[in-house]
């Protein structure tokens, strides 16, 4: 009997895959995001690859927002997920007044050599309407395009 394999599941790539990086806008909140692999974090050896990220945070709206949660969907090589929520990034909840841009750099260790996250940040405007602001899906993976500066 032969049994043909079932397909892999396709990734669809969004505006900036191509270098692995993603960027999208929700009711004005800009996020852009781009990983990098970290060889001197990273023991392959022992499944343990580290991928450092980006994330640009720019208001381009009328009006004040401010970041609250975040939430993480972080998908390894062998289609494992994991789940990420919590208040803030990096121990902040930053404010944006029209024009204004927050920028951090994190971390994410894998279990296999390549992955990808995407997600949302809770946020608020000044008159207290809440929306998700979405994070695109980016690669992590060693032969993505180094984090532009």
């Known amino acids: 009997m ?3 394999p079932l397909p892999r599941p396709r990734l669809r790539l969004s505006l900036g895959m191509e270098s692995g ?6 009711e004005g909140v800009r996020v852009r995001v781009a990983a990098q692999f970290e060889p001197q974090r990273s023991n392959p050896e022992e499944d343990r690859w580290v ?3 980006r994330v640009r945070i720019s208001n381009e709206g009328d009006i004040q927002v401010q970041l609250l ?3 993480w969907i972080i998908r390894d090589a062998e289609n494992e997920v994991e789940e990420v929520r919590g208040p ?3 121990g902040e909840q930053p404010v944006l007044m029209p024009g204004e841009t927050f920028e951090y750099v994190s971390g994410c260790p ?6 990808t996250m995407e997600g949302s940040y809770e946020m608020e ?3 207290k309407r809440r929306f998700h602001a979405k994070i ?3 690669f992590l993976a060693a032969t993505v395009a180094p984090i532009p500066e």
């Open 2 to 4: 032969n049994k043909t």
């Open 136 to 138: 695109g899906r980016f």
């Open 51 to 53: 991928y450092s990220y």
């Open 69 to 71: 949660n975040r939430h």
């Open 88 to 90: 803030g990034v990096v």
């Open 125 to 127: 405007t000044e008159d």
């Open 110 to 115: 894998l279990p296999t050599n390549w992955g």
């Open 21 to 26: 990086h993603s960027e999208e806008i929700t």
